[in-house]
């Protein structure tokens, strides 16, 4: 039973150092790993959020521009079409009224008598 007692407090100043020399050798490079793989991260993360800014700004250039300008051009067409149209249907209705006034008027050839 002593020589239980010894063994553990041979085996306690052993681990001690076991965990001396692990944490010198080990845990010293994991951290060194992790820190420059989160910094490796981070650089990563920082160039992707610059690319994607850049391709927007191209898509915005190159495509989202140009649109709304033509976009803008085709309302502007269309609204002077529609006021052309409702010009000419407006026309269309006075000269109809002044037709119907000869035609049907006291004097006129299809006069109701």
Partial sequence: ??????????????????????????????????AECYESCKLSSQRRAKLQMESRRKFQERILVPCRIRQSEENAR????????????????????????????????WAKE
């Fill in 78 to 109: 269309l609204s002077i079409q529609q006021a052309q149209r409702k010009a000419k249907d407006a026309n269309t209705e006075r000269r109809w009224l002044n037709l119907q006034r000869f035609l049907y008027g006291p004097k006129g050839a």
């Fill in 1 to 34: 039973h002593s020589s239980q007692i010894r063994s553990v407090h041979n085996i306690k100043p052993l681990y001690t150092s076991y965990q001396k020399d692990l944490s010198i050798t080990l845990w010293e490079p994991l951290n060194t790993f992790w």
